[in-house]
């Protein structure tokens, strides 16, 4: 009885080393596994099921047999594995991970969006929330509410869209009814940007396109002063631009603010006296937007007692924005939505 | 406008040059565009609105000089009007002095009118203005020196000696001296004779009246009109002049003498002797006063964020031309009649900062707010949407905000369209209903280009009206071509509809907006592939295959899928984290093959698989789709699996089966489905 299982497990050991001789891949292996252990229908634990059948004197004895069988084949299983990793692959499956990889679909936001949210995040960071309004307003917040008086040239300095069958409605020239809108409605504090798009009456070209964006903000408070509103541009700059760009903040006039004022920056291409220079055009500075103290009377339009509170508002076009950062040569080319565009600086 | 600095130097003692200048005038506000001339003497310069004061070497020379302590502004000296012993008869009437607050009138006989001598010749080609002849060019070079624009009429033209302000009556008419014939009406304000408008007041003169080499005798205007009388002129004949530019923005009605007298001192030089003038006359109905601008002490310092020394700050005023009174806590400044802009303290304030130096004021950080500041839930959720569609492949784009009234067309089902009074053209004279029409024109610029995967989206807003005009913020997305090229690995992946929503249900999934897909006809869409979204149990767009009309349209010839939603409505059932026990119990798989009629669509085949599903049926999924070979014509051949798990035991092995077979079996019965 222990001979006749001593032999039958001697056959299947030499069995065993036979096919592990023919072992390639870790798939061979794992077939072999399952082959001899697997719960059903394992050759090795077969001989474990059958243990049963044996009476108990002679079962510790089988038993040491069987356990080295198992001791056996799983020794001999796993160090099979090990060189395996160090083989070279089984002939007619040669790989090479140099190979090009395969490329996966990967978008950009537009560019002047992306531009934007960096404005936009900059000017959170200072405590500046998000306003939004209508893209189609009415002349009062556009014009009235700001201090452009009726028949004034500067009303005309703006060509403005109109909508036809609605005779007070025009499309915005800037974001700054967004301001009216929000100055009516709040009290001060207020710290607010208003992004969004802008429409004047110009036919396209290289500078100019009839939807364009701007970024407006705007401070009331108590104690606001014009030095603040310097220094929150200059903080913008260096932020934006890079410490090594200067500022310059001139006098100039927008029917809305008093005093008012235009920054512009250093020109990074040139130091200002190249003619050629395909950004400054070798004046050496670059505009980049207007400013100033909120005019009395628009606060007075919106409820805010100028005596108690005064403001700063800023605006930017985001446009001119991103020819300035990124040195696009063409507005145009933003609004035909080339993708080699949108790839290269979204 | 521009300034000759040689000119210049003849009423301020600059010594610089041209070049520095140009630097530093921006300091105080004027802006320089352009230098001229080969010693770049010439500064070229756009005024801002509010101080035509500038227009005028004088102007220039008041500001340099307001800023250079060191410098002294002279005005050119004037002699006295030499008046005839005999006065002509003549007479000025203004008919309305609201529309004209002065005029003032000269004649003078005797006059030869030659080409000018070189001098005037090179300095009015130096300020951009072609030489005519002495008198003209005389007249130009006064508003150049003083800003005042003057008119010189020929004196024999003028009729019953006369010269009358008044406005136009209808249908009379007028040949310019440009020879443009223009029919007058009351808004239009002339300078007319005893019989006849001889000119266009403030804007033009009249041809019949102009000086030529023939004029002797001439009548010199130097007047004050309303500006938005000359405006609206302006603007209803489409004119614009230098004068006209001038009148416009309002001019200095205290000036109009000096004009008169520049005029006359530089003719005398020219026609070589001392001019006597035969007649003249000042109507001035509305004099001029200042107006007075109360300042308090501090509010300077208070509004700037420095500290000015108030002694400083007086004297810039004065300098400008501002007449400053201390009274106590605050100033009285009265302001000089060429600032028309100076109507309260702030304006006094940016005179004085601009003067003293911007670069004089701090630049510090307001004091952080103490509040905090309030998220813009749009703008996040626009930042999320984009993020994601940027990490699966999407490009944004954005397009103008309008288009051509038939792009709107399959869109505006319910409102009507908001049209532009004034467009560019009419490709740009409609508010855009929908987006896609401008994402397919997108397309078809990239497909042209050659790229082969394009992937689109834009968030913008739409427009349309009922009563009111209304507009709804909507997102669209469109692809064409193919989403993997083909290498080495894996041949090209053509877009299909199918994954077009997986790409759609990946973004509602993340962004967790439950909706619902219905079959659908749309006008922009192929109706054989066309489904509407709902959420919440309201329309929230369309999807499908772009119409092959549409597409054509544009020069697309290949498939374009796509989609709009109005953003409000697909966020507006976000569903919020929850926390849900998941079920432990094991899962059993069952498969059914079977065939069914093409007439009925996955979506009908859904509906009866929700309608009499099991409770222990947990998921079901499409593991083949199969027609051809052995498969009747009309029906096709399908292969699902289920998945069955107790919801409060382990459901066993017959349990599953009889639940399985009953379900599918009343399945069967209820859509005619053939097991295989």
């Excluded at chain 1, 396109?209 to 002063?225: A, S």
């Excluded at chain 1, 950062?325 to 939505?337: A, E």
């Excluded at chain 2, 003849?10 to 001339?37: D, F, K, R």
């Excluded at chain 2, 003497?41 to 340099?64: C, K, M, Q």
Aim: aromatic letters at 8%; glycine letters at 8%.
């Amino acid at each position: 009885m222990m001979d006749e299982l001593r032999n039958e497990i001697e056959e299947v050991k030499r069995s065993f080393a036979d096919e592990l001789g023919h072992v390639q891949s870790h798939q061979d292996i794992a077939l072999l596994r399952e082959k001899y252990f697997s719960r059903k229908k394992g050759i090795v634990t077969g001989f474990f099921d059958r243990l049963k059948t044996i009476e108990t004197g002679r079962r510790p004895q089988a038993g040491k047999l069987v356990n080295g069988l198992r001791a056996f084949i799983s020794e001999r299983l796993a160090a099979a594995e090990a060189p395996l990793a160090a083989r070279t692959p089984p002939r007619g499956r040669w790989t090479d991970c140099t190979l090009p990889l395969s490329e996966l679909p990967l978008g950009h936001l537009h560019p002047l969006n992306f531009v934007r949210s960096q404005i936009e995040e900059l000017f959170q960071q200072l405590g500046y929330e998000i306003a939004d309004g209508p893209e189609i307003e009415s002349e009062f917040h556009n014009f009235d509410a700001l201090n452009f008086l009726p028949e004034h040239p500067a009303r005309d300095e703006q060509d403005t869209f109109f909508v036809a069958d609605f005779p007070d409605l025009i499309l915005r020239t800037h974001t700054s009814p967004v301001q009216i809108r929000y100055m009516m409605a709040h009290r001060p504090p207020i710290r607010i940007i208003a992004p969004g798009k802008v429409f004047r009456k110009d036919n396209p070209d290289a500078t100019h396109t009839p939807v364009f964006h701007q970024i407006e903000g705007l401070l009331v408070d108590r104690g606001v002063t014009f030095s603040h509103l310097k220094g929150t541009l200059e903080h913008f700059v260096r932020r934006y631009f890079g410490p090594g760009i200067r500022t310059r903040f001139r006098p100039s006039y927008f029917p809305f603010t008093e005093p008012s004022a235009e920054t512009d920056i250093s020109c990074f291409i040139c130091p200002g006296d190249d003619p050629d220079c395909r950004i400054c055009k070798g004046k050496g500075w670059l505009e980049i937007g207007g400013s100033g103290m909120v005019h009395p009377q628009v606060l007075r339009n919106c409820g805010i007692d100028p005596a108690r509170y005064s403001g700063f508002a800023f605006g930017m076009g985001i446009e001119r924005m991103t020819i300035i950062k990124y040195g696009v040569p063409d507005l145009r080319m933003l609004y035909d939505n080339d993708l080699r565009i949108i790839e290269q600086l979204g | 406008m521009r300034i000759d600095t040689v000119f210049l130097k003849q009423m301020i003692n600059y010594e610089g040059s041209g070049t520095e200048l140009a630097e530093w005038l921006p300091t105080i506000g004027i802006e320089i565009e352009a230098v001229h001339g080969s010693d770049r003497g010439v500064l070229e310069f756009e005024i801002t609105p509010n101080r035509p004061d500038w227009l005028s070497h004088y102007g220039v020379a008041r500001e340099i000089a307001a800023k250079e302590r060191s410098l002294v502004f002279t005005p050119l000296d004037l002699p006295e009007f030499i008046m005839a012993k005999k006065p002509l008869p003549f007479r000025v009437v203004i008919e309305d002095p609201a529309d004209c607050a002065r005029y003032s009138g000269a004649i003078i006989l005797d006059i030869k009118v030659k080409p000018s001598p070189p001098w005037l010749r090179n300095l009015i080609e130096r300020l951009g203005l072609r030489p005519i002849n002495n008198v003209v060019d005389i007249s130009n070079l006064v508003m150049f020196t003083c800003g005042h624009p003057l008119h010189i009429f020929d004196l024999q033209i003028l009729e019953k000696k006369e010269i009358r302000i008044r406005r136009a009556k209808t249908n009379e008419k007028l040949v310019l001296l440009d020879g443009q014939e223009v029919i007058l009406g009351p808004d239009q304000l002339v300078i007319a004779d005893g019989r006849k408008p001889v000119a266009l007041a403030g804007i033009m003169g009249g041809q019949a009246s102009g000086v030529t080499d023939a004029t002797t005798t001439i009548f010199i205007e130097s007047a004050h009109f309303h500006p938005p009388v000359i405006r609206r002129s302006c603007r209803a004949l489409g004119l614009k002049t230098d004068a006209s530019y001038r009148f416009e923005r309002g001019m200095d009605v205290e000036n109009t003498i000096t004009a008169m007298r520049l005029a006359v001192k530089w003719l005398a030089e020219d026609q070589g002797k001392p001019l006597e003038l035969a007649f003249f006359q000042d109507r001035y109905p509305r004099p001029w006063k200042p107006q007075v601008v109360r300042l308090e002490k501090g509010f300077a310092d208070a509004l700037t964020g420095i500290a000015m020394d108030p002694r400083s700050s007086i004297e810039i005023l004065q300098r400008l031309g501002f007449g400053v009174k201390q009274r106590g806590g605050h100033w009285e400044v009265s302001t000089p009649s060429f600032r028309v802009d100076v109507t309260g303290p702030a304006d006094l304030v940016e005179e004085i900062i601009r003067i003293h130096g911007y670069e004089h004021l701090d630049a510090e950080l307001p004091p952080q707010a103490g509040t905090a500041i309030v998220p813009n839930r749009e703008r996040e959720l626009e930042m999320t949407i984009g993020q994601h569609l940027v990490a699966h492949g999407f490009y944004e784009v954005i397009n103008y905000v309008f288009q051509a009234p038939e792009e709107n067309r399959p869109f505006q089902l319910e409102s009507a369209d908001v049209r532009l009074k004034n467009p560019l053209g009419r490709d740009f004279s409609t508010m855009k209903a929908a987006l896609l029409p401008g994402l397919l024109r997108n397309c078809r610029h990239n497909v042209d280009q050659n790229v082969k995967r394009i992937m689109l989206f834009e968030i913008g807003k739409v427009f349309s009206r009922n009563q009111a005009v209304q507009e709804k913020r909507n997102l669209a997305l469109a692809v064409t071509g193919e989403y993997l090229h083909r290498d080495w690995r894996q041949p090209e992946a053509p877009f299909d509809f199918h994954h077009f929503r997986g790409l759609l249900d990946a973004l509602f999934r993340h962004l967790r907006w439950p909706v619902e897909w219905l079959a659908s006809k749309h006008p922009f869409f192929d109706p054989a592939c066309c489904l509407a979204v709902t959420a919440g149990g309201k329309p929230a767009g369309h999807v499908g295959r772009i119409a092959s009309g549409h597409a054509l349209a544009v020069g697309l010839e290949q498939g374009v899928y796509a989609g709009e939603f109005d953003l409000e409505q697909l966020s507006a059932n976000s569903v919020q984290r929850s926390f849900r026990m998941w079920n432990r119990f094991p899962v059993s798989r069952r498969d059914f093959s079977f065939l069914m009629d093409k007439t009925i669509s996955y979506l009908q085949l859904q509906r009866q698989i929700d309608g009499l599903r099991p409770e222990s049926l947990e998921n079901h999924e499409l593991l083949d789709v199969y027609e051809g070979k052995g498969i009747p014509a009309e029906k096709i051949s399908l292969a699902m699996s289920f998945t069955y798990r107790g919801r409060d035991k382990t459901l066993s092995g017959e349990e599953v089966n009889e639940i399985h077979g009953r379900f599918i079996a009343r399945l069967a019965e209820q859509l005619g489905l053939i097991q295989r």
